[in-house]
């Protein structure tokens, strides 16, 4: 099953709203036991939590190596809009890791039809496209937790109660934990992530759906 697209200004109901902030208060005093700083609201998250970039050279020359390898360093460094332009070259001829970053820059820069460029380059490896389901972002100078309004009820596919549970408390864990984008999912992380109530049928769900899941995309 394919992600749907979702319009970014499209209004999320007042009652998914309230469901959520409910949730996120539930969440905090029963998995951290403290209220949560940090606001959680619906939203199309543009982080990703995909495994980091590898290269493979292939049929690759040592000078397109070379520049794949600048490409992947431009984007560590969080240079977006130049390993974008570093990388068209290597989506062009259908590079399949570069294809992926390059995938993955395009919602870090927030690109206009992203996802539909994403769907015509994930045909390099799949016809699925599959999307973040939360992230933690500065928006406005505040940090925040975005839900995908894709689990909503008024513009999603209304996921199950404990769906939403499990992607408030990964994002939350992320911020107790205190993890790095060089090692989001450490050994204590996985261990603690694994530990949520219903995992098993929240990450089933998640995948059947197209979103990205600690345990990989697919079922």
């Known amino acids: 099953m394919g992600a749907r697209r979702f319009n970014i200004h499209e209004q999320i109901s007042s009652a998914d709203e309230l469901f959520l902030a409910r949730l996120a208060a539930e969440v905090s005093e029963c998995h951290f036991r403290a209220p949560s700083h940090i606001r959680v609201r619906w939203g199309i998250p543009s982080a990703s939590e995909a495994d980091e970039p590898k290269l493979h050279p292939g049929d690759l020359t040592k000078v397109q190596l070379c520049d794949l390898e600048a490409a992947v360093v431009l984007f560590l460094k969080q240079d977006y809009a130049a390993a974008k332009s570093a990388l068209e070259p290597f989506v062009a001829i259908n590079h399949e890791e570069a294809s992926k970053l390059y995938i993955k820059i395009l919602q870090k820069l927030r690109v206009a039809d992203w996802d539909k460029i994403a769907r015509r380059i994930n045909r390099v490896s ?29 513009l999603g596919h209304d996921a ?12 939350m864990l992320h911020e107790q934990l205190g993890t790095s984008p060089e090692d989001p999912h450490p050994p204590l992380f996985r261990r603690l992530d694994r530990s949520f109530p219903e995992r098993s049928r929240t990450i089933a769900w998640l995948q059947k759906h197209s979103f990205h899941t600690i345990d990989g995309v697919r079922a």
């Open 126 to 154: 799949t016809d699925t496209l599959f999307v973040p389901a939360g992230s933690t972002e500065v928006i406005d100078g505040q940090k925040v937790i975005l839900i995908h309004q894709g689990l909503s009820k008024s």
């Open 160 to 171: 199950p109660r404990c769906v939403v549970k499990y992607v408030t408390h990964h994002e």
